[in-house]
Every structure is written in structure tokens, then in C-alpha cells.
């Protein structure tokens, strides 16, 4: 946390959870944007969580937080791939090599 506060950290924005089962990886402990705070948490299995906390209102935060759940995937559906795009030089046959006009010299 004296790295963070080095740093830049505003001492306000600094948080520490208990996550069962995962450990403060110190070394990531820093400043997010201009004063802000992050830090992540690591489980012995490789597993991660990122706390970071910024200028806002804390109340919003805590609202998100109580309302956290796991994703469904019930939400808007994905956007459709692009279209694949024209080229307009590759040939109809042989081994669809871009097709490359000749040139002087060439």
C-alpha cells in the first residue's frame, strides 16, 4: 500500500477485500489513472480478480457491487461477423493467387 501512496494513490480510493481462497499479489498493488487504486488477487490454481477503484460516486459502486451476478448470456446477442470484403483481384479459378497485371519491367 506505501507503493500505491508513492505512486500517486489517493489514500481515500485504497480498499483491501477477504476473498476466500485468494491472496493480495503485492507486486500489482498501484495507481490507476491520475489517483486512483488497483490491486489483484490471485488463487493458487491461477485464478485472478482485479479491484480497481476510481474518482465516482461510491454509492453507484457499492449499488453495482450488491447487484453483481454471474452472466447468463440472456443479454443483447452479439453482433453478426463482417461480411467478407470484394477484393475484386483474386481470380475465379487456378490457385487464387491475387491476380497482378504486368508491368514494364516486370
Do not use: H
Not at 73 to 94: K, Q, V
Amino acid at each position: 500500500m506505501d507503493l500505491a501512496r508513492r505512486q500517486g494513490a489517493a489514500p481515500e480510493l485504497m480498499y483491501v477485500v477477504d476473498l476466500p481462497g485468494y491472496e493480495l499479489a503485492e507486486q500489482s498493488v498501484g495507481v490507476i489513472n491520475d489517483d486512483g487504486f488497483g490491486a489483484v488477487y490471485t488463487s493458487p490454481d491461477g485464478k485472478r480478480v482485479e479491484l480497481r477503484i476510481d474518482r465516482g460516486p461510491y454509492a453507484v459502486l457499492k449499488r453495482a457491487a450488491q447487484g453483481a451476478r454471474p452472466a447468463t448470456g440472456t443479454g443483447p446477442p452479439a453482433p453478426s461477423p463482417p461480411a467478407p470484403a470484394e477484393r475484386g483481384d483474386l481470380p475465379r479459378n487456378g490457385d487464387a493467387a491475387p491476380i497482378q497485371r504486368r508491368r514494364p519491367g516486370g
